[in-house]
């Protein structure tokens, strides 16, 4: 890790208060050019900003200062018919590439190619911030479901999480509005309740059958039963939260009755919910199809009957592939933003 609160060289020279004033109050580069005289310290550049039309999702593609490129999504929610919100998410990569290898995920297919440290996690956020700020929105919530496993680099996203919640020289977050999500690391799961017992902890099971997890998160750690003990034993360091585990539906492989009844075994008495998530399609990888819609509710009502809270993700982003499983970062090279892609209306371009 370098630097660190957001004061590498430039913040030094600067003084922490400048730098932390940037990264708290969502100041833009040139406003703190003009004010400090000075350029700010960050260390990401944003290469790409991609708008969806369809629905509010914002894909940055970022250049590390070692020169690598990494994908950060902003969230602009519209809200529910009559509770419309002024909210916004970031969802943040951890890795570069990702070294569990799913297959039908996009990270997955690039191999792991390295860790992001704390700055160039924690500075996702601020573009984030920054953006949703200039939208006239708030940053509310930030998500580790980018590109990566969050607990393969335990050290860093952990430092990130720090300066995420402290108030005087982060973003001073509400513990619950951090959503880490893994596919089940078991020392790094409870480290992070015991450290963070507020942040909110998702698992992507996406097969309570061992042969068809091991096919489809093949790298995990620990066969099923570990992960339930250490659901369990995190369902004790946290007071309330509920442990959601993710289910991407990939229709005739993970989605008939027989992966639903081991599904309804698994969270037996565990405190989890389940968040079922319409798979998006990658191109060129068309042996893997989203379960039709009808399929969806059909499961997600079994669960409820079973007495399991129980989701259906509305995905974001699909136009973009900036959905759920669709970062790569492989797309990064020096396109200007495509006017198409970009929303014509009140999102800011940023700098
Ligand atoms: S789904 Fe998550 S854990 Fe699996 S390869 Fe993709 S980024 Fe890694």
Not at 96 to 104: S, Y
Not at 212 to 224: F, I, Q
Not at 246 to 272: K, Q, Y
Request: aromatic letters at 6%.
């Amino acid at each position: 890790m370098n630097g660190g609160w957001g004061a590498g060289s430039h913040g030094r020279h600067l003084g922490r208060k400048a730098a932390w004033k940037l990264f708290r109050e969502f100041i833009s580069p040139a406003t703190f050019q003009e004010l400090f005289a000075a350029p700010p310290p960050l260390r990401l550049v944003v290469e790409q900003q991609l708008g969806s039309l369809a629905d509010r999702a914002i894909k940055l593609k970022l250049k590390t200062d070692d020169g690598q490129s990494i994908e950060c999504v902003v969230l602009l929610p519209t809200g529910k018919p009559g509770h419309p919100t002024r909210r916004a998410t970031a969802c943040v990569s951890s890795q570069i590439g990702c070294a569990v290898g799913c297959p039908f995920c996009a990270t997955g297919m690039m191999g792991w190619k390295g860790n992001l440290n704390a700055d160039q996690i924690w500075e996702q956020v601020y573009w984030a911030g920054l953006l949703a700020a200039q939208s006239g929105r708030r940053l509310r919530n930030v998500v580790f479901m980018g590109m990566g496993e969050p607990l393969h680099n335990r050290q860093h996203v952990l430092a990130a999480i720090e300066r995420l919640l402290d108030g005087r020289r982060g973003f001073g977050l509400a513990p619950r509005h951090i959503t880490l999500s893994t596919v089940g690391v078991p020392r790094g799961m409870i480290e992070l309740a015991q450290r963070f017992p507020g942040v909110r902890q998702a698992v992507s099971l996406h097969a309570a059958i061992p042969e068809m997890r091991r096919r489809l998160v093949p790298k995990a750690v620990g066969d099923l039963e570990t992960l339930r003990e250490t659901i369990a034993q995190i369902n004790r360091l946290q007071d309330q939260a509920t442990v959601w585990l993710e289910m991407v539906l990939l229709e005739g492989i993970n989605d008939d009755d027989h992966h639903v009844d081991a599904l309804i075994a698994f969270c037996a008495g565990l405190r989890v919910s389940v968040n079922l998530i319409p798979y998006n399609t990658l191109p060129g990888h068309e042996l893997w199809q989203p379960t039709p819609q009808p399929r969806r509710e059909a499961i997600a009502n079994r669960l409820r009957s079973a007495g399991i809270r129980t989701t259906i993700r509305t995905s974001f982003g699909r136009d973009l592939q900036a959905a759920c499983g669709q970062l790569s970062g492989l797309h990064a090279a020096s396109s200007p933003p495509s006017a198409s892609a970009r929303p014509a209306h009140t999102l800011p371009w940023l700098p």
